[in-house]
């Protein structure tokens, strides 16, 4: 059963408390000893890089749902943090909050994250489309004139972003992000997320859904350099899913994803009531129920199960 409130934050008795725009994280030890990382999914949404002031309640849960079965598809082509789901693993913590956690979290491998996000599209949308309207070009990718807002591309193209604490993530040319993190390591995390991006393309839409763009984030284990999938993979909040029987390029599309949010948020913009920075406005009940309505079919149709 879904909660009927929104959990906004965490309070645990556990070491080295952050904090994401939708995450609380805290250092653990993993059943078998090694350090670890327990990433809890707070029902907290975010757009625009600012967090709202109410939250989606469920949306954590959701979001975990689908991470994991992702994360377990595709468990023998690529590398995953995730150990467990199970807080009953972790010492020191009351039934209370076991309760709290459970099916929202996630025991993870402790890696040193990669400061660049993945970005594969294969749709044109969002800040690819703003760009693209500019200069022809998405992410320095020079794509073919005349596409319109919603246009399949001619094939996935990738385009890294940094990735900001805090703040707006800025999208950056391949050529930026190896300079920053190395030529060969940047090659392969591109080859990674093009492959992911193709084989879950397929998956979606064989369940009518059009899997526009997604991003990624991986991790390096000590003295290693085999890529890890980390974070979160393939969620409403980390790509943009529409409806394949609705799909009409030249405009927004219908989706179940957070655009829905954003949509709405860009209607405040445009009346003066919002500019765009913290603190988030409170979302109306409408708002937030038909947001969680698109954030379960996603998890419906993909996982093909339903709550």
């Known amino acids: 059963m879904m909660p009927n409130t929104a959990l906004m934050t965490t309070d645990l008795p556990l070491p080295n408390r952050r904090e994401g725009k939708v995450r609380d994280l805290y250092d653990i030890e993993l059943p078998d000893g090694s350090p670890g990382v327990l990433i809890v999914a707070t029902d907290r949404i975010s757009a625009f890089d600012v967090v709202m002031s109410n939250g989606v309640p469920g949306k954590g849960v959701l979001l975990t749902q689908i991470s994991c079965f992702w994360f377990e598809h595709f468990a023998d082509r ?14 020191g913590l009351s039934p209370d909050q076991q309760r709290m956690l459970a099916g929202r979290s996630m025991l993870c491998r402790k890696l040193d994250v990669v400061p660049i996000e993945c970005v594969a599209r294969g749709y044109l949308a969002g800040s690819g489309w703003k760009d693209y309207q500019a200069s022809g070009s998405v992410c320095g990718v020079h794509l073919p004139p005349g596409l319109r807002n919603g246009d399949q ?25 190896a300079a920053r993190v190395g030529e060969d390591l940047m090659a392969r995390l591109r080859g990674l997320t ?3 991006y193709g084989s879950a393309r397929s998956f979606a839409a064989e369940r009518g859904i059009l899997l526009a763009d997604t991003k990624f984030e991986f991790g390096l284990a000590p003295g290693s350099d085999e890529p890890v999938l980390v974070d979160e993979i393939f969620t409403p909040d980390s790509s943009r899913f529409w409806p394949a029987g609705s799909w009409r390029p ?18 405040l913009v445009a009346a003066g009531d919002w500019d765009k920075a ?10 937030i129920r038909n947001t969680l309505q698109r954030y379960q079919e996603a998890h419906d149709r993909l996982t093909g199960s339903a709550r």
Not at 154 to 171: S, Y
Not at 258 to 265: A, D
């Open 250 to 267: 030249g405009a927004e599309q219908a989706s179940f994803d957070k655009q829905y949010v954003r949509n709405y948020l860009e209607q």
């Open 278 to 287: 913290a603190p988030g406005p409170v979302l109306p009940a409408e708002v």
């Open 153 to 177: 591309l001619p094939e996935p193209i990738f385009t890294p972003a940094t990735k900001a604490a805090t703040g707006h993530d800025e999208n950056i040319p391949f050529a930026e992000a």
């Open 194 to 196: 093009l492959q992911l």
């Open 78 to 91: 690529v590398t995953h943090h995730l150990v467990a789901t199970d807080p009953t693993l972790i010492a």
